[in-house]
């Protein structure tokens, strides 16, 4: 059987399908027969380090368990003939949830009326302070891709007025705005979903957030890489943007103790996708591109750089 190189952790059914096709090593074991392995398979945040993917001489294929996969040089990868795939679409809905319920815990105060409960506050002190309506917003959506798309259908029964920024203007009857900062001048919440990597490296940085403003609100469930995480501390600590929503950080799973002691953001982490059912479907596809990788060399879901080959 082929050797397989796991890197982070899979689920029961990847584990079982995969075993019958491979001899699988786990890169947190340590020790692996580099020579032979010709398949790896992992996920958006472990990527494949660099000096692991140079110790591979017979690599072929990098099957990743997400849609992101700025964590894999794919450049380094299609120069040596390795095909990535990842994927797209099955979680689209999923995290497109994940952003409006960020969205909504902001703007609803979710969790400062939940410990106004569980505190006795209700009791002691009278009704908890009015919050703000998710009515009739006007939402501007960083990466109008397949995810953002999803986003915008979840937000249309909210009476939600779309507008977005990306490199290029897409065939939509939403307004585009080719600047990001005049985008967000005129939002009242910012949602950021593009990809991670050199090119959205902190876009959302001091300026956008000053135009976001303090009644504005950011939702960030792209990759943590995408905001100045240092800058919207500060505005958040400043009252200069008022609500931050986040799914992911700059050095997660590490997140500055000066955001959590914050009372105007909603943590998670990095749970976009994490529901029994998306998984499921992230994973089948994970290991149908390396079985039929396997059996004929094409696969079902390349990333885009890689779909010539
Ligand atoms: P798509 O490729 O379908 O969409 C990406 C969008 O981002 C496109 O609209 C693209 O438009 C835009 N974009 C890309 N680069 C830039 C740039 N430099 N500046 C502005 N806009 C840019 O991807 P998906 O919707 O499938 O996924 C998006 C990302 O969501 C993933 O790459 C991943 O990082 C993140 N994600 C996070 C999850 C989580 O758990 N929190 C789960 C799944 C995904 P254009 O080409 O015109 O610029």
Redesign the pocket.
Known sequence: MPDLLQIGGVTDVMRERLEAAFTIHKLADGAYPAEAITHIATN?HDGVPADVMSALPNLKMISCY???Y?AVDVTVAKARGIVVTHT?NV??GE?AT?AVMLMMACYRELLRDDAWVRSGDWEAKGNAPLTRSVDNQTVGI???????QAIADKLAPFGTTIVY????QKDVAYQYYADLTEMAANVDCLIC????GP??NK?VNKDVLDALGPKGTLIN???GSVVDEAAMIAALQEKRLGWAGL??FEAEPKVPQALRDLPNVVLLP????ATVETRAAMGALTVDNLLQHLSDGSTVSPVPECADM
């Open positions: 958006g997400g849609v992101g700025d797209p979680l689209n995290v994940t960083l990466g109008l891709g397949r995810i953002g920024h990306s490199r290029t979903i593009t990809p991670g090119a959205t876009i469930v792209s990759r799914d992911v990095h749970v976009g996708s």
